[in-house]
């Protein structure tokens, strides 16, 4: 009788951890937040030196989570896999230094904005560039899926603002850098901080030009229709744009 009792303990508690393990790691588990970004895009994100995500993003995501009782897993992806791994359920936000666009509002839901940010032209030391209006007829390299692309890549002709020669498409931002460093692209356009970044770790080989292009605000995404995680995002922000984490942490990562 004992034994029997204690064998369908057994069961059942098996059963429940199994049951138990499935939701861990697993976007809509309420005891995790499953994060996606692309770990590419320094200082918002990027990889550590001990091979895990760090970052601006990442940290305040790690804030927004501690105040609201759960723990944080990084998916670390494309960027331009993103939004359909958010549709599909597989991750429950994403923070990625992704920029409010129309046409992303139409496919996810964002926070209020934390960053605000502008397009900057990379060009090699001596380049002739000077302007945006300069990168007419020339190969420009950028990171897939990102604003940088979607505005150079215009192709409506009548608001073809750049009449770029070649639009060359990466999977990493500093992948386009070193492609420029080596002649392959004539110039980069990409995010004023990431450019900043790498304009530093290559000094005398490149430089960073204003682009003029409309500025830009970061906000984080969930699946559209999930305003119960937005509203928590939302006044987690507020409380730390209020308390002075949010100065903390841009003074950690960002100046
Ligand atoms: N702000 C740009 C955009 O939203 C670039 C973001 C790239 N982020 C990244 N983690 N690679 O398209």
């Not at 009788?1 to 064998?7: E, L, S, V």
């Not at 059942?12 to 996606?36: D, P, Q, R, W």
């Not at 989570?65 to 896999?81: L, P, T, Y």
């Amino acid at each position: 009788m004992q034994i029997t009792r204690g064998i369908k303990l057994l069961f059942l508690v098996s059963m429940v951890s199994i049951v138990a393990s499935m939701f861990v790691g697993c976007a809509g588990n309420t005891s995790e937040l499953v994060m996606g970004t692309n770990a590419e895009f320094p200082p918002f994100e990027y990889i550590g030196d001990d091979g895990q995500p760090d970052g601006f993003d990442v940290a305040l995501v790690k804030e927004i989570a501690r105040r609201m009782n759960v723990g944080v897993k990084i998916e670390n992806m494309e960027f331009k896999s993103l939004i359909g791994s958010l549709a599909n359920g597989k991750i429950d936000l994403i923070a990625a230094g992704m920029t409010v666009t129309e046409e992303r509002k139409k496919e996810v839901d964002f926070s209020k904005t934390y960053f605000t940010a502008n397009q900057m032209i990379i060009i090699p030391v001596g380049s002739e560039i000077n302007s945006a209006l300069d990168l007419k007829g020339m190969v420009v390299g950028v990171q897939e899926g990102t604003t940088g692309d979607i505005i150079v890549s215009e192709e409506d002709v009548d608001e073809k603002e750049y009449d770029v020669k070649e639009v060359k498409r990466y999977k990493k931002g500093i992948d386009a850098v070193m492609d420029l460093i080596n002649g392959r692209v004539e110039a980069v356009v990409i995010d004023s901080n990431p450019a900043a970044e790498y304009v530093k770790s290559n000094e005398g080989k490149i430089v960073a030009i204003e682009s003029g292009m409309e500025p830009e605000e970061y906000a984080i995404a969930v699946k559209k229709g999930n305003t119960k995680l937005l509203e928590k995002i939302d006044k987690a922000l507020t409380e730390i744009k209020q308390d002075g984490t949010y100065d903390k942490l841009i003074k950690q990562y960002i100046q």
